[in-house]
């Protein structure tokens, strides 16, 4: 079973995520409500892929990012943003995220972008 | 899945009313300190979760509401929108706003937003420069300016439990003041009383209806459970819940989450077959497991369904006899459902016989005691290769229960409710003395009966409790209880009414007297001892 990571500071999205994931067989192993735990948390299971929402209330999901990347240069990580930030979702997947999801997402589109990351 | 849209619905409020409160507080701040980029930050944040959140949801105007008001402090972190007195007023009155939105979500009524205020925040969320012109356009706007604290309230399930028990308390003294009012036969006190009485019992209706979560709370956890289970075990699993909207008390389903957990497991492990086992036994290769709940009178049952394999009642006697609970004669005489109870024996298995069918059983004790504890009953009905099905009838309230008061030897007792069948007269002719007990027939049913009186005040060494000559009188009242799928009639002397009994555990060092559940006070001051029908079974069944 692949494990997941959910990085968002709002519950509602984890949760959203958490059900769509494991509903669709997905473990979620951790749930990080901030960049701080994101980062422990990374470390600490070691999931197959993580999804990180851009906007956290101590670091950016940019800083985040950079960091799981610099601790484990292979962790498959997708974005998490919403409309109009275009600008972080690039800059992102310069450094190294694979994909992206935007804010409202559908189940469908969910499971999809994860599958695709997975598999590559 | 209907649930699951509530559960999301609470979340969403929940923090939405969250996000609201630091708002406002950091909106206050910003007012204080315009410059700050930490505090700019977290509203920014927060709108932008509020945004995301109530489109994901489709609260529409919500997260329309939450884009403005985003966008307008995007504009002011940039610069491009200084935090005039104008600005900060449509600000606030912006939040007012989300936070009356998200107040309404529950309401019937829609409400709709000032066209002035919309207008107002478009024209500040437009003003590119800080156009003088623009925001001249920005019209008064007063809301009634009130404060509003959230409908909703947490609160710690200790507090609740004392309510509960300070309401019991009150239901001991009510009852007192009933009798004494027909006692002193004063038509002011009767009155006073009867409304006393009504209001009390509305109140203990209140508090257990505070007590209540859906029992969704808890079958929602299931589908995962199930899953991972299924996939341990290499088995094709479809669980169907129903149900999940029954009201249960919160204490109740904290005991019971364990158990229900360890049935499921145990049907999935034991009950239900591998694909191809099914296949070649003609069944559809996904087994179906079904977890229900639904009200019943006082009480709520949930029952587990299965159709694996089945439970093979010759297996479960075979190995009562291997474990000496039974002697091998009269294991085969035994009726369906008193086989079905061995399962329930502590360390009972039926491992040990058969591989094949191993496990069944495994813990099933502990599932038992937690049941028994809380007053509740648990049956079995299983059928060799159809299946298995587990019912759990578990009382709605742990404090108040309804019970059956009547008297032996001039003491009164109560027995709860949810552990008697039924009442019945019986002639004395028709007891039979069978070994060393009594028997009867009741509704064509062969049960064992017990003189109450020879079983709790007689020595040990004079006990004898097939001996008709000591019953008084000729007809005999007979309240036929049942536990552990094992019927037991208890003659009584007298018989009195049905009534709410708030149950007082028994203190130090009487609580070591297992064949009573507590004590409770009756309306005439009287105590009046609360009899424990596990334990009494267990106790007669130890005596014979």
Do not use: W
């Amino acid at each position: 079973m692949k494990r997941i990571l959910i990085v968002d500071d709002s519950f509602y999205m984890r949760t959203m995520l958490k059900n769509m994931l494991t509903d669709a067989g997905y473990e979620v192993v951790g749930e990080a409500p901030n960049g701080q735990t994101a980062l422990e948390l990374a470390k600490e299971t070691t999931p197959d892929l993580i999804t990180l929402d851009v906007i956290l209330p101590d670091n950016t999901g940019l800083d985040v990012l950079k960091g799981i990347k610099a601790e484990q240069p292979d962790m498959k990580v997708i974005i998490v943003s919403a409309v109009g930030q275009e600008v972080i979702v690039n800059e992102a997947l310069e450094y190294g995220a694979l994909s992206y999801i935007v804010k409202p997402f559908s189940e469908e589109k969910v499971l999809e972008v994860v599958k695709k990351a997975l598999d590559e | 899945m209907k649930s699951r849209e509530q559960e999301y619905k609470e979340i969403f409020i929940a923090e939405a009313l969250e996000y609201f409160d630091a708002l406002n507080r950091l909106i206050s701040e910003l007012e204080k300190r315009p410059q700050d980029d930490k505090v700019l930050a977290e509203i920014f944040r927060m709108l932008h979760n509020l945004k995301a959140n109530a489109k994901a949801i489709g609260y529409l105007q919500i997260s329309d509401v939450s884009h403005k008001l985003e966008t307008a402090f995007g504009l002011i972190r940039n610069k491009e929108l200084s935090f005039s007195d104008e600005v900060v007023g449509v600000l606030f009155d912006g939040i007012d706003l989300l936070g009356e939105l998200i107040k309404n979500i529950d309401s019937e009524q829609q409400i709709e937003p000032d066209p002035i205020l919309i207008r107002n925040l478009d024209i500040i969320v437009d003003s590119l420069s800080d156009s003088t012109v623009e925001l001249a356009k920005v019209q008064k706007f007063s809301s009634s300016r009130n404060l509003t604290l959230s409908d909703l309230i947490y609160i710690q399930v200790k507090k609740l439990d004392h309510l509960m028990n300070l309401v019991g308390e009150l239901i001991i003294d009510r009852d007192r003041i009933l009798s004494l009012s027909r006692e002193l036969d004063n038509d002011e006190l009767k009155m006073v009383s009867s409304h006393l009485y009504r209001i009390t019992e509305d109140l203990q209706y209140s508090v257990m209806d505070a007590r209540l979560v859906s029992i969704g709370t808890l079958f929602n956890k299931f589908p995962r459970v199930v899953r991972d289970i299924a996939t341990a075990e290499k088995k094709e699993v479809d669980l169907e819940l129903s149900g999940q909207d029954i009201q249960i008390d919160r204490n109740i389903l904290q005991i019971m989450t364990d158990s229900l957990l360890h049935l499921v497991r145990n049907a999935i492990t034991h009950g239900l077959e591998k694909p191809e086992q099914r296949s070649k036994a003609g069944k559809p290769k996904v087994g179906q497991l079904e977890l229900s709940a639904r009200s019943d009178r006082e009480s709520v049952v949930i029952s587990l369904t299965d159709d694996g394999k089945g439970i093979d009642l010759n297996q479960v006697r075979k190995a009562a006899v291997a474990q000496q609970l039974v002697p091998a004669d009269v294991a085969d005489g035994l009726p369906d459902t008193e086989v079905f109870s061995f399962l329930f024996e502590p360390g009972f298995s039926l491992a040990k016989e058969v591989t094949e069918y191993s496990g069944r059983g495994v813990g099933l004790d502990v599932v038992k005691n937690a049941i028994d504890s809380i007053g509740g009953r648990i049956r079995i009905d299983s059928k060799k290769g159809k299946g298995t099905t587990f019912t759990l009838q578990l009382p709605t309230s742990i404090a108040v229960k309804g019970a059956l008061l009547f008297e032996i030897d001039s003491i009164f007792y109560a027995i709860p409710l949810i552990h008697t069948d039924l009442v019945v007269a019986l002639d004395k002719d028709e007891l039979h003395e069978v070994g060393d007990v009594l028997v009867a027939d009741i509704k064509g049913e062969t049960v064992t009966v017990v003189y109450l009186d020879e079983l709790l005040n007689i020595p040990e060494s004079a006990m004898r409790l097939g001996d008709k000559t000591k019953l008084k009188g000729q007809v005999q009242n007979i309240i036929i209880v049942s536990y552990n799928n094992r019927k037991l009639g208890l003659i009584v002397d007298k018989l009195y009414r049905q009534q709410d009994i708030v149950v007082k555990p028994l203190s130090k060092p009487l609580d070591s007297i297992d064949i009573y559940g507590g004590v409770t006070l009756l309306g005439t001051g009287k105590v009046c001892l609360v009899l424990d029908v596990p334990a009494i079974t267990k106790y007669f069944i130890s005596r014979r």
